[in-house]
Nanobody, 115 residues
Framework: QVQLVESGGGLVPAGGSLRLSCAAS????????MGWYRQAPGKQRELVAT???????NYADSMKDRFTISRDSAKTTVYLQMSSLKPEDTAVYYC?????????WGRGTQVTVSS
């Protein structure tokens, strides 16, 4: 099992920045890809960014110029640096991790961007 705990969400004005963190525990040696997804009220969960164990990244087109995903050297914590935030970025942001053909999810952290 992998446990994921997100942190760093909050209320920020439009144009501001936030850094989200996701700490993994459990069978961390088995974790390969990790990623961030978000879900706004009344909408489906959508991809924000992913990062492989080797550091390769993938972003949703609408966020790649403003968001940066990274991972610590121990491969147990993934970060999402968000800048130039917009009200439409308001959502619950979820971290996920792939290990042994399973996908694990955190409980999410709320990001609210005020206009």
């Amino acid at each position: 099992q992998v446990q994921l705990v997100e942190s760093g969400g909050g209320l920020v004005p439009a144009g501001g920045s936030l850094r989200l963190s996701c700490a993994a525990s459990g069978i961390i040696f088995a974790i390969n890809d990790m990623g961030w997804y978000r879900q706004a009220p009344g909408k489906q969960r959508e991809l924000v960014a992913t990062i492989s164990r080797g550091g390769s990244t993938n972003y949703a087109d609408s966020m790649k110029d403003r968001f940066t995903i990274s991972r610590d050297s121990a491969k147990t914590t993934v970060y999402l640096q968000m800048s130039s935030l917009k009200p439409e970025d308001t959502a619950v942001y979820y971290c996920n991790a792939h290990a042994f053909s399973n996908v694990y999810w955190g409980r999410g952290t709320q990001v609210t961007v005020s206009s």
